[in-house]
């Protein structure tokens, strides 16, 4: 089955600057990589996807970059905000199956 | 409408007692799906469907039972529970893929689950 790596597994950053998360994943059948953030005593939510054909996606200060031929796949924040702090996680799926495989996830703290 | 809804919130079991997570969406959802979250360990799947009468067994699917018999329904089931099971529990739903581009998962509140 998939095994996904998630590093690193605590991150303090000061606010303003960037937070970079980075995940690999074993099984070349896995097209579709989503990062979740779970906000203390909440549910994960979905803040951004990318397709396996695709290289780069950015949304505001948030991108996700994927790298197929390393298995690899980054989560980048830029200019970060108190708000921003949260765990995060990474997760894999294969595209025909409904199957997530998660990172072990990542506690971002953003120091003001 | 409202999304993915668990019950209880939080649960206090002996150990060997035997109880049921309960989980419901109102989306249409094809595929629903249980994960255990444990410090450290981030989100364990146990046990998803991918629509009414078919379940298949996860990462960690020891100890716990599921059945689908309605698109709306998946309960998870502890037969005889154990201190290891102590966790969070989350239920999540989403469209199936490749039917849609869209491959969100959507979490319920998640259920506290102790057992002494």
């Known amino acids: 089955g998939e095994n996904v790596e998630q590093h690193p597994s605590t991150l303090s950053v000061q606010e303003g600057d960037s937070a970079v998360i980075k995940c690999t994943y074993s099984d070349s059948a896995s097209n579709y990589f989503p990062w979740y953030k779970q906000e203390l005593g909440k549910r994960p939510q979905l803040i951004i996807d990318?397709?396996?054909?695709?290289g780069e996606k950015k949304d505001q200060r948030i991108a996700v970059t994927l790298n197929k031929t390393a298995k690899h796949f980054s989560l980048h924040i830029t200019e970060t905000q108190p708000e921003d702090s949260a765990v995060y996680f990474c997760?894999?799926?294969?595209?025909?199956?409904?199957?997530?495989?998660f990172g072990t996830g990542t506690s971002l703290t953003v120091i003001p | 409408n409202a999304g993915v809804t668990q019950t209880p919130k939080f649960q206090v079991l002996k150990t060997g007692q035997s109880m049921t997570l309960q989980c419901a969406q109102d989306m249409n959802h094809e595929y629903m799906s249980w994960y255990r979250q444990d410090p450290g360990m981030g989100l364990r799947l146990i046990h998803y469907?991918?629509?009414?009468?078919?379940?298949d067994q996860g990462e960690v699917p020891n100890g716990y039972n599921v059945s689908r018999s309605t698109t709306e329904d998946f309960p998870l089931r502890l037969l005889s529970a154990a201190p290891s099971q102590t966790s969070v529990y989350f239920c999540?739903?989403?469209?199936?893929?490749?039917?849609?581009?869209?491959?969100?998962?959507?979490f319920g509140e998640g259920s506290r689950l102790t057992v002494l």
């Open positions: 990318i397709r396996s054909n695709v």
């Open positions: 469907s991918v629509g009414a009468g078919i379940t």
């Open positions: 997760a894999a799926s294969p595209l025909t199956g409904n199957q997530f495989y």
């Open positions: 999540a739903s989403s469209y199936s893929r490749p039917q849609t581009n869209t491959g969100e998962l959507f």
